[in-house]
T-cell receptor, first 113, second 112 residues
Framework: EAGVTQFPSHSVIEKGQTVTLRCDPISGHDNLYWYRRVMGKEIKFLLHFVKESKQDESGMPNNRFLAERTGGTYSTLKVQPAELEDSGVYFC???????????FGPGTRLTVL | GNSVTQMEGPVTLSEEAFLTINCTYTATGYPSLFWYVQYPGEGLQLLLKATKADDKGSNKGFEATYRKETTSFHLEKGSVQVSDSAVYFCALFYNQGGKLIFGQGTELSVKP
């Protein structure tokens, strides 16, 4: 069974540009999460989808971040326009309904210059 | 609010040394507790978990016991190997909340 996949693995962009990150969860996992680790600090929650609905987006830092999960399958996280402080590693995770174990993807390392 | 505090790294050990990485938490109710590991160049992997007080999670020689009285979930291994070099993250989870709350991570480096 394929695990959680993320694309791209690395992205280097300039301040003001737009970047879109993609996450493909494990098949059948209704729950999909985005997290971010900035500058070696703790991994912080961004948002949680249940199927195509946003269950909790309390961790989204501001309105430059837009997450979607059309059709309840893969998800995208768009940052527009990117700022220097957006640099970090963005992780996606998925889980089955009613379970507590989340399975993580390899992450996307975003560098904003 | 809910939070997780880990001992700061980096931690450097010689091969076959004993490892302890401290983790304490602040939470209401009864969260599940996890240790995740990130090996160099890879993503986060679940290492072990415990879902209630006094449960012991174990995997790959690592162990952690859910201690409600001390609100701790310390990670231990009796004899580390070079291949254990990684960043270790302690985390808690509430079913109602749906999200993991992580500590800041502890980098472990094991020297031959």
């Amino acid at each position: 069974e394929a695990g959680v996949t993320q694309f791209p693995s690395h992205s280097v962009i300039e301040k003001g540009q737009t970047v879109t990150l993609r996450c493909d969860p494990i098949s059948g996992h209704d729950n999909l999460y985005w997290y971010r680790r900035v500058m070696g600090k703790e991994i912080k929650f961004l948002l949680h989808f249940v199927k195509e609905s946003k269950q909790d987006e309390s961790g989204m830092p501001n309105n430059r971040f837009l997450a979607e999960r059309t059709g309840g399958t893969y998800s995208t996280l768009k940052v527009q326009p990117a700022e220097l402080e957006d640099s970090g590693v963005y992780f996606c995770a998925s889980s089955l309904p009613g379970t507590d174990t989340q399975y993580f993807g390899p992450g996307t390392r975003l560098t904003v210059l | 609010g809910n939070s997780v505090t880990q001992m700061e790294g980096p931690v450097t050990l010689s091969e076959e040394a004993f490892l302890t990485i401290n983790c304490t938490y602040t939470a209401t109710g009864y969260p599940s507790l996890f240790w995740y590991v990130q090996y160099p160049g890879e993503g986060l992997q679940l290492l072990l978990k415990a879902t209630k007080a006094d449960d012991k999670g174990s995997n790959k020689g690592f162990e952690a016991t859910y201690r409600k009285e001390t609100t701790s979930f310390h990670l231990e291994k009796g004899s580390v190997q070079v291949s254990d070099s990684a960043v270790y993250f302690c985390a808690l989870f509430y079913n109602q909340g749906g999200k993991l709350i992580f500590g800041q991570g502890t980098e472990l480096s094991v020297k031959p």
